[in-house]
């Protein structure tokens, strides 16, 4: 799944579900945490695998299910603690919904769900069969998807796609773009002008 989607997927994840449990939408903070949560993953994993040969491939620590409990608990605490709940809500949702999307996402392309991708150490995969650094695999995974977005078949995929975001912008338009427009948040008092 590509950044923009995880963002996606994260955002509406957690807008539906805060809007669901307290009526309100996501605020300027949490909308930061669920970009964070999002993207957590592959910020960590892929940088490791593609640029530091620390891992075979892109799916090692950052994504295992067994790591993620533990910084579920973690970063739970925390919010709680200093009471930021919502923030910390925010992050746990966003992170938990890459992990899903990466089991669920080979779907789209006609594949099974592809559990093995978030049970590491229990399992991992083998290597890529072409060695390449961060900005060349970059490179090489979006020429692939290019290439296949403009295969005659492939356009139902890219309605899917273009709905799928498209209705994760309309939910954070819907929101009051938290996150872009400046001015005074949610969170933060009025300030006296006196």
Known sequence: MWPWEHLALGYLAYSLSVRLATGDPPRRREAAAVAVGALAPDLIDKPLSWSLDVFPTGYAVAHSAFVALAVIAAVGAVAADRGHGRVGAAFIV???SHLVADIYY??????GPALSRVLWPVA???????????LR??????????HRLAQPGARRLVALEL??????AALWLLD???????GRSP???VESSE
């Open 94 to 96: 966003a992170y938990a």
């Open 106 to 111: 080979p779907i789209v392309f006609g594949e």
């Open 124 to 134: 991992t995969h083998p290597g890529y069969a072409v060695e390449a650094g961060t």
């Open 137 to 146: 695999r970059t490179i090489l995974y979006l020429t692939r998807h290019l």
């Open 163 to 168: 709905a799928f975001l498209g209705t994760a």
């Open 176 to 182: 009051g773009a938290p996150g872009l427009r400046r």
């Open 187 to 189: 969170e933060s008092p």
